[in-house]
């Protein structure tokens, strides 16, 4: 069995290639539902990055998104709901709830190896991390509108409270947006996270984490400073941002790794850039952006590439590569292939592979890392604003220092995800 794990890892990369070669017939709302619908992120969302309260139409999609109505459980009332405004439209309010079941931590030895032989495979019950429930996110929103020009909104993450937080990770957002003419910038400024790469929901990701310590994200879920955002969207295929912020929370979030890439020891100023494209091809029914990004701060210098196609209500393909230099020799690479496949509006089947490599030259010597993940899942939406996620995931973590370090877990999780 642990031959065949093995062999199916180091087959990883060529998975993820035949994923970009052969997977394009197969985009918060998510990445793959921009690409899918042919609309930015800012189309159903209120700040225009994505991500965080969602607007009329963000709110009015998802009521329709559902295998079955509210009447099938008994609440009819709630399939007529025709907004989440308040107070002729100078208000709205959401929320999102996410938990996860999953095996935290590194597997324990197989009991039945000798020690000398003893591994660390991660499927036999005596060797995988306990199963626990991790509160991820209980958020809600407010959204105040007083003029037309004006946005102000913000939000607080309660499940923080019991303690369940990265480092670097703020438990509150919070900005104020000023929009006006189109053909004019967007300036959004508060506690607000920098734009980088592409913006998804699953913190487990590894475009945002380093291979040293894939379960502890660089950029943490939820990571957000204090400063300001220029965004230009002047034609459909075309949107640049720009921003500087102050670095606090990202210093923290680096001194608790295993390598301090930024090692400033005060407080500093970062700095953000994110170009896209996003051409459309309307006779083929496909929907297409590709760009880079990039984030600065001390000795930290990340940057993203990534790309995408989508076809209307098929399915979509994304591609994201990102690496980052720092202090110490720090280096890190991550590669990521997700693929989509809509069989319903309500039921979407994906596929990712992701690597990533780190080096660093510490006190103790250098050290390599490597970590390789395979995720098989669906997303279902039984009901409005209700989405269970299942998940099959792979994952090989190999540290090389002065003796090799790896283990292969694999396991089933489950996401719970309520929102409004």
Request: with cysteine; proline share 6%.
């Amino acid at each position: 069995m642990r031959a065949a794990l093995c062999a199916m890892t180091r087959a990883l990369p060529l998975a993820v290639t035949a994923c970009l070669l052969f997977g394009a017939a197969s985009a918060e709302a998510l990445p793959r539902m921009s690409l899918t619908a042919g609309s930015p992120c800012a189309t159903c969302h209120v700040s225009p990055q994505g991500g965080g309260p969602r607007n009329e139409i963000g709110w009015g999609s998802e009521l329709f998104t559902r295998a079955f109505g509210f009447a099938s459980v008994g609440l009819p009332k709630l399939d007529e709901q025709e907004s989440n405004t308040f107070f002729e439209g100078k208000a709205m309010i959401g929320i999102d709830l996410r938990a996860q079941l999953a095996r935290l931590g590194r597997p324990k030895a197989d009991p039945s190896a000798n020690a000398a032989d003893a591994t660390f495979s991660g499927f036999t019950p005596g060797t995988k991390p306990d199963l626990v429930y991790i509160p991820m996110q209980f958020m809600p929103y407010l959204t105040v509108l007083p003029t037309e020009w004006l946005t102000v909104t913000g939000s607080y993450n309660i499940s923080t409270l019991a303690g369940s937080q990265y480092p670097g990770q703020m438990p509150w957002e919070a900005q104020v947006i000023l929009h006006g003419d189109p053909m004019l910038p967007t300036l959004r400024a508060g506690m607000i996270q920098p734009t980088i790469g592409i913006r998804q929901d699953d913190h487990t990701m590894l475009q945002r984490a380093d291979a040293m310590d894939p379960r502890r994200p660089l950029i943490p879920a939820g990571y957000a400073e204090w400063g300001g955002e220029l965004s230009w969207h002047p034609i459909s295929w075309f949107r640049v941002e720009a921003g500087g912020f102050l670095n606090s929370n990202l210093r923290e979030a680096s001194q608790a790794r295993v390598a301090d890439p930024v090692r400033t020891s005060s407080d500093g100023l970062a700095y953000s850039g994110r170009l896209s494209l996003m051409p459309q091809f309307l006779d083929l029914g496909l929907n297409t952006w590709f760009g880079a990004s990039v984030l600065g701060a001390g000795e930290l210098m990340a940057m993203h590439a990534f790309a995408g196609v989508g076809k209307n209500e098929w399915g979509s393909l994304q591609i994201e590569a990102a690496r980052s230099t720092g202090a110490s020799g720090y280096t890190t690479t991550a590669f990521t292939a997700l693929a989509s496949w809509t069989a319903k509006e309500w039921l979407v089947v994906e596929a990712r592979g992701e690597m990533a490599t780190s080096h660093a030259d510490l006190s103790g010597g250098a050290q390599d890392s490597e970590t390789r993940q395979l995720v098989l899942g669906v997303q279902f939406f039984p009901l409005p604003y209700v989405e269970l996620r299942p998940e099959y995931r792979l994952i090989k973590v190999s540290h090389k220092t002065a003796a090799t370090d790896e283990y292969i877990l694999g396991q089933y999780t489950l996401q719970t995800h309520l929102f409004f």
